[in-house]
T-cell receptor, first 113, second 116 residues
Framework: AQSVTQLDSHVSVSEGTPVLLRCNYS??????LFWYVQHPNKGLQLLLK??????LVKGINGFEAEFKKSETSFHLTKPSAHMSDAAEYFCVVSNTGGFKTIFGAGTRLFVKA | GAVVSQHPSRVICKSGTSVKIECRSLDFQATTMFWYRQFPKQSLMLMATSNEGSKATYEQGVEKDKFLINHASLTLSTLTVTSAHPEDSSFYIC????????????FGQGTRLTVV
């Protein structure tokens, strides 16, 4: 069985400060893990993905995430928030068989000027 | 990267009518497509998994006669919301998995359905 938990429903940061969006997962298989971003009334955009290669994954727009098997975590970080980062972020787990994709509940990121 | 096109992006329909949403993989063949529904301020919920040439597999609680899925080719899946009601108003998103690639799925832009 697979599940994914995003620990914060809302995160608020000031522009220029670091961003941390937390995600824990459970999986019976070696998982593939993804972070997606969704801007209002838009579809999903892939930020980054982990598929059993390097544990530190770099994505688009300065985001990165570290896969920590011992902690079953895949937290998303960015050194310096920008106003355009304000959006909904989803952590996603998929087994390597590829036929089940489970979404976290989402974390809404607010960026203050 | 691979592109998935979903059409229409927005649709408003009258209660009791049916609406068809298309999901196309533009530059790859997709043996499997997924349909999700997103309620306001909530996460995406998988509705069904569509395999080319066979019947879709619906998640528990999803009415297959209400949400008709057809995956007639390797590049097209359709979701038809039949006899739509206001409670069917939602954001519907499809994703497609490349043939031979078993992890990453690519998402369409989504369809905002409003039933009045």
């Amino acid at each position: 069985a697979q599940s994914v938990t995003q620990l914060d429903s809302h995160v608020s940061v000031s522009e220029g400060t670091p961003v941390l969006l937390r995600c824990n997962y459970s999986s019976s298989y070696s998982p593939s893990l993804f972070w997606y971003v969704q801007h209002p009334n838009k579809g999903l955009q892939l930020l980054l993905k982990y598929t059993s290669a390097a544990t530190l994954v770099k994505g688009i727009n300065g985001f990165e995430a570290e896969f920590k098997k011992s902690e079953t975590s895949f937290h998303l970080t960015k050194p310096s928030a920008h106003m355009s980062d304000a959006a909904e972020y989803f952590c996603v787990v998929s087994n390597t068989g590829g036929f089940k994709t489970i979404f976290g509940a989402g974390t809404r990121l607010f960026v203050k000027a | 990267g691979a592109v998935v096109s979903q059409h229409p992006s927005r649709v408003i329909c009258k209660s009791g009518t049916s609406v068809k949403i298309e999901c196309r993989s533009l530059d790859f063949q997709a043996t499997t497509m997924f349909w999700y529904r997103q309620f306001p301020k909530q996460s995406l919920m998988l509705m069904a998994t569509s395999n080319e040439g066979s019947k879709a597999t619906y998640e528990q609680g999803v009415e297959k006669d209400k949400f008709l899925i057809n995956h007639a080719s390797l590049t097209l899946s359709t979701l038809t919301v039949t006899s739509a009601h206001p409670e069917d108003s939602s954001f519907y998103i499809c994703s497609a998995r490349q043939q031979g690639r078993n992890t990453e799925a690519f998402f369409g832009q989504g369809t905002r359905l409003t039933v009045v």
